[in-house]
């Protein structure tokens, strides 16, 4: 319902559909959720110690707004090692979003273009309606890989970024090098920005993650621990980049989040530590069962490489994913249709982020209504 008061923007954003989503599941008995892009494993003990310890300690004010130096100097010194920037410079954020929404402050003015890959994470088109841009979907269907030629096609003299997310919120596919590079050179030649979104960098299955950081020093890489450590209600993030563009990013985060949660600053720094590579091999595991149960039964599902989701298409025959979703709800499994992270509404996400019982159902409801 509109109220006079509300700002026109306003007018252009619903409630996010995977929220709605969430919602429902709350509502049911005993529902197959692989809706939501939330880890299931728990959080190793020595972050949650950590943590608790911070609390104790009276960590529990105000931090600087970069973030605290010991986080801040051990997320440095990773990055010098990898990349050897030396202008490169870290922030820590109030969550991934917290780091894009700085961004989009601090880069796109009104009328800019921003370009996004449909599919694409839900939230990229509303920020950039936020802070007034226009959104330009470049088409990746059918197998979600990135076509140089278009994106080069795309740009225009108002063009001023390019988001990229590898490994893809929605479909799982990981850009290859050839893709990560060919954008950065892009960015160089045009004089744009290219904000690497790599929330998801530690599922990687087959390969470790090509970063297109790695081909141009002015490229912005968000990250964040969330996804990683299983820690998504902390709302922890971090973003490095070229020092001006992070410097106005942290004045920004002065007069909106203020700083990250001061405690929880205290257990990243323990979570740097801890070896998460068997939760990652657990969730390869599960996306061989995923793919390899949906293929078998006739489903066209692109190759996918990380992250923890699989976008299938939905049968010939069955409608649109909103309507096959329904279905779905019916059987009370709870996946998201594809129409809320694309301009088609033709294929359906699923979250591999369950233990294997609850996948089990999930493909037997699939086979089910196919």
């Given at each position: ?10 007018a ?8 709605k ?8 008995k005993?529902?197959?959720n692989?809706s939501?892009?939330q880890?299931?494993?728990p959080?190793?003990d020595a ?8 609390i104790?300690a009276?960590r ?8 605290i130096p ?9 990055l010098?090692?990898e990349y050897?920037?030396?202008d ?6 109030s969550?991934t979003s917290?780091?894009?929404v700085?961004?989009m ?5 009104p009328?800019?273009?921003?370009i996004?890959?449909?599919?694409y994470?839900v ?15 470049i ?5 979600f ?5 278009k ?9 001023k ?8 919120n929605p479909?799982g596919?990981?850009a290859d090098e050839?893709?990560?590079?060919g ?7 045009h004089?744009i920005?290219l ?16 970063s297109p ?19 998504t209600g ?6 490095h980049g070229?020092a001006?563009?992070i ?10 989040f ?8 205290w257990?990243?720094v323990?979570?740097?530590?801890v070896?998460?590579s068997p ?5 390869a595991?599960r996306?061989?069962?995923v793919?390899?149960?949906l293929r078998?039964?006739?489903y066209?599902?692109?190759d ?5 989701y ?8 069955k409608?649109?994913?909103q ?14 249709p594809?129409g809320?992270f694309?301009?088609r509404?033709?294929?359906f ?9 609850t996948?089990e ?5 699939l086979?089910k209504?196919r």
């Open positions: 319902m509109s109220h006079p008061w509300l700002a026109a923007r306003t252009q954003f619903d409630s996010s559909g995977i929220r989503v969430f919602d429902l599941a709350a509502k049911m005993n529902p197959i692989l939501i892009g880890p299931d494993f959080v190793p972050i949650k110690n950590a943590a608790c310890d911070a104790h009276d529990n004010g105000y931090s600087q707004t970069q973030g010991d986080l801040r100097e051990r997320l440095q010194a990773d010098q090692k050897g920037h030396d490169r410079r870290v922030l820590v954020t969550g917290g780091a894009l700085l961004a402050m601090a880069l796109v003015d009328g800019d273009e921003v996004v890959f449909d599919p994470f939230m990229y088109p509303a920020l950039v309606a936020m802070v007034g841009g226009k959104t330009v979907l088409d990746t269907y059918p197998d890989r990135i076509d140089l030629e994106v080069e096609a795309a740009i225009t003299p108002r063009t970024l390019i988001l990229f997310n590898s490994p893809s479909t596919v990981v050839a893709a990560a590079r954008l950065a050179q892009l960015a160089a030649k004089n920005a904000l690497s979104d790599e929330i998801y960098r530690l599922f990687c299955y087959d390969a470790p993650l090509p950081a790695h081909h141009n020093p002015n490229v912005i890489v968000v990250d964040g621990f969330s996804k990683a450590y299983g820690v902390w709302r922890l993030g971090w973003v070229p001006a563009i410097d106005k990013m942290t004045m920004l985060q002065q007069y909106t203020v700083c990250a949660p001061h405690p929880l600053q257990a990243a323990a979570a740097l530590d070896d998460m939760q990652a091999a657990e969730y595991k996306r061989d069962m793919v390899a149960g078998d039964v006739g066209e599902v692109a996918t490489g990380g992250a923890f699989v976008f299938p298409k939905v049968p010939a025959g409608g649109t994913a309507e096959f979703v329904a279905r779905a709800i019916e059987n009370e499994l709870l996946i998201i594809g809320i694309s301009g509404d033709t294929h996400r699923i979250s591999y982020a369950a233990s294997e019982a996948l159902r999930g493909l037997e409801v086979r209504i």
